[in-house]
């Protein structure tokens, strides 16, 4: 069996092919991107809301807690 006849590569043409196919796609890449950037950006801008509403239902919890006087502790049981 013959052996095929090596094929020559030329790197400038493969390299033009290659930069006429990014060029191409170039925008689309750059939205994808971006889309994927914002979704994330989303995501955690809904967290950060989430963990603030959790810390001012927190305040409010704290806040409606009863006032106590002034506790002091002799002999072993607790005196107000």
């Not at 493969?14 to 991107?33: A, E, I, M, P, S």
């Amino acid at each position: 069996m013959a052996r095929p006849a090596p094929v020559s590569i030329e790197p400038q043409r493969v390299l033009g092919k290659v930069q006429r196919v990014l060029d191409q796609y170039q925008g689309f890449c750059t939205l994808t991107l971006l889309s994927l950037l914002l979704a994330e950006l989303e995501k955690e801008e809904k967290e950060k809301d989430w963990y603030y509403a959790q810390l001012q239902n927190l305040t409010k919890r704290i806040d409606s807690l009863p006032l106590t006087e002034n506790v002091s502790r002799t002999s072993g049981s607790w005196e107000m």
